[in-house]
Structures are given as structure tokens and as C-alpha cells.
């Protein structure tokens, strides 16, 4: 199984970026997606979660309002849309995967992980 996170960078505050997260050697479909985030000096965060079939969506009160998670099933693909970024949102951004019923914002809840990508926000 491997999840390849993309789409991290430099953005002024106020700005915006769209992750991308592509899986492979899984049966994505069956998979419920999360985003965590990690900055430095701190523990890895939960971010946003989607449901196997795209209808459900879960947010982190800091992040709600801002991101907008969202799949496509044929791709293989979870994204993460983020707007009016802040530099509190300045981490380490990683991709998830969970095949069961889980709590959908627990780190031990996820079965895969993928390598993060970088967003630092500049204020």
C-alpha cells in the first residue's frame, strides 16, 4: 500500500493550496480518508476525514469554514482544498486510510499512512 501526498508549499497567509493524496495497492473505495497534520514540537493532529463513499465529512474546529476535504473513487485520489490559510496551519500535512468503522479523528485509527508534504504559511 503506498499514499503519496502532494501539493504542500509556501503561501501567504490569506492564501490557499490543494493537497492530493493518491493510493495505490488498496481497494480504495473501502477506505475512509483523513488528513493529520503535524508541526514542529507537536503532536500529529487531526485535520479532516471523509467517508468511503464521499458523503460524509469531518472537520477539526480550528479548520472548519477553511477546508474542504473531497475524493474521487475512480482516481484513487482524497483532496484537501485549504483557503485562507493562517500560520498556525504552517505543518507537516499527512494522508490516512482506515478500512473499518473507526473514530475518524484518532491517529491509532488508521491502517496507512502516507509520507507528508510540507505547507508553511508565511504571515
Known amino acids: 500500500v503506498q499514499l503519496q501526498a502532494s501539493g504542500g508549499g509556501l503561501v501567504q497567509a490569506g492564501g490557499s493550496l490543494r493537497l492530493s493524496c493518491l493510493a495505490s495497492?488498496?481497494?480504495?473505495?473501502?477506505?475512509?480518508m483523513g488528513w493529520f497534520r503535524q508541526a514542529p514540537g507537536k503532536e500529529r493532529e487531526f485535520v479532516s476525514a471523509?467517508?468511503?463513499?464521499?458523503?460524509?465529512?469531518y472537520y477539526a474546529d480550528s479548520v472548519k469554514g477553511r477546508f474542504t476535504i473531497s475524493r474521487d473513487n475512480v482516481k484513487n485520489t482524497v483532496y484537501l482544498q485549504m483557503n485562507s490559510l493562517k500560520p498556525e496551519d504552517t505543518a507537516v500535512y499527512y494522508c490516512a486510510a482506515a478500512n473499518s468503522l473507526v473514530k475518524y479523528n484518532a491517529v491509532e485509527s488508521y491502517n496507512y499512512w502516507g509520507q507528508g508534504t510540507l505547507v508553511t504559511v508565511s504571515s
Open positions: 495497492g488498496l481497494t480504495f473505495s473501502n477506505y475512509l
Open positions: 471523509i467517508n468511503r463513499s464521499g458523503i460524509s465529512t
